[in-house]
């Protein structure tokens, strides 16, 4: 579990079921409005493409390269890990 404050958290700050469910282009993208970045912000700090983190966000890249997931990851203050948990 990551600590992380969002309509999808219980009141101690936990993931709760609804955010447990979410595939991973759901829980890139509330990681990012919790931040408060957006899709340029992101895109620029991770370096890779203006497309490529909508694209991820949307469930249209199938097989995400780690790299990209471990600069998401780290920009959120997160591990690959904690993304993927739960995933099939």
Same mark, same amino acid.
């Not at 469910?21 to 991973?24: F, H, P, R």
């Not at 990851?73 to 099939?88: H, R």
């Given at each position: 579990?990551?600590?992380?404050?969002?309509?999808?958290?219980? @009141?101690?700050?936990? $993931? /709760?079921?609804?955010?447990a469910? =979410?595939?991973?282009g %759901? #829980?890139?993208?509330?990681? !990012?409005?919790?931040?408060?970045?957006?899709?340029?912000?992101?895109? !620029?700090?991770? @370096?890779?493409? $203006? !497309?490529?983190?909508?694209?991820? *966000?949307? @469930?249209?890249?199938? #097989?995400? !390269? &780690? $790299?990209?997931? %471990?600069?998401l =990851?780290?920009? $959120? @203050?997160? *591990?690959? /890990? /904690? &993304?993927? *948990?739960?995933?099939?």
């Open positions: 579990m990551i600590p992380l404050p969002c309509k999808h958290c219980d @009141g101690v700050g936990n $993931y /709760d079921a609804a955010f469910q =979410a595939n991973l %759901e #829980r890139l993208k509330i990681l !990012r409005l919790f931040h408060g970045h957006t899709f340029i912000g992101v895109d !620029r700090a991770v @370096g890779v493409s $203006y !497309r490529t983190v909508p694209r991820l *966000e949307q @469930g249209l890249v199938l #097989r995400p !390269r &780690l $790299y990209q997931l %471990e600069r =990851a780290k920009l $959120y @203050g997160v *591990e690959v /890990d /904690d &993304l993927m *948990e739960g995933l099939n």
